[in-house]
T-cell receptor, first 113, second 112 residues
């Protein structure tokens, strides 16, 4: 079992729709969760972090965390063609001061104009 | 967030040679990491660069192949030694700050 799993996609949604990206992780003691966006040929860019159960909203983005189910998701409202990118889920592993980030393989999102 | 720069941004190297990649951060950071991202793949952690001590390597990566230096809290280098075409990849430096991780622009390496 991979430590962080994502559906590779591509996930295609029409412009203006809600895109829903999902991620599961295997380590129950993970404490910090992140979503990165990576455009082709560019480095990953942090778009959301979430640390406690529930929802966290930032503009058009909402991250959702359910530690009991070991599940984290990212919702993108009013999707735009500029949102077309690969979205990487990351989870921390280890203890403070020695932790590292484990990345999923990413989900490719295509927003159709 | 920290501003991270890497040099070179890209290079084409012959097999058997070595390339040193530099990573510079505009502020002092505790943790620095080196990743590799092969074409169409996700990020693979090579090692954690520790200031003043040897780097901590992940399974499958060894110091002889990927020596790392970290002389201070703002700078690190990664050397890719005795390169082969399988080393063609993007190499990324990253740092953590306030519990979040940020990436440099990457170095695109092609080995011929």
């Amino acid at each position: 079992q991979k430590e962080v799993e994502q559906n590779s996609g591509p996930l295609s949604v029409p412009e203006g729709a809600i895109a829903s990206l999902n991620c599961t992780y295997s380590d129950r003691v993970s404490q910090s969760f992140f979503w990165y966006r990576q455009y082709s040929g560019k480095s990953p860019e942090l778009i959301m972090s979430i640390y406690s159960n529930g929802d966290k909203e930032d503009g058009r983005f909402t991250a959702q965390l359910n530690k009991a189910s070991q599940y984290v998701s990212l919702l993108i409202r009013d999707s735009q063609p500029s949102d077309s990118a690969t979205y990487l889920c990351a989870v921390t592993k280890g203890t403070s001061g020695t932790y590292k980030y484990i990345f999923g393989t990413g989900t490719r999102l295509k927003v159709l104009a | 967030s920290a501003v991270i720069s890497q040099k070179p941004s890209r290079d084409i190297c012959q097999r058997g040679t070595s390339l040193t990649i530099q990573c510079q951060v505009d502020s002092q950071v505790t943790m620095m990491f080196w990743y590799r991202q092969q074409p169409g793949q996700s990020l693979t952690l090579i090692a954690t660069a520790n200031q003043g001590s040897e780097a901590t390597y992940e399974s499958g990566f060894v110091i002889d192949k990927f020596p790392i230096s970290r002389p201070n809290l703002t700078f690190s280098t990664l050397t890719v030694s005795n390169m082969s075409p399988e080393d063609s990849s993007i190499y990324l430096c990253s740092v953590t700050g306030f519990g979040e991780q940020y990436f440099g622009p990457g170095t695109r390496l092609t080995v011929t």
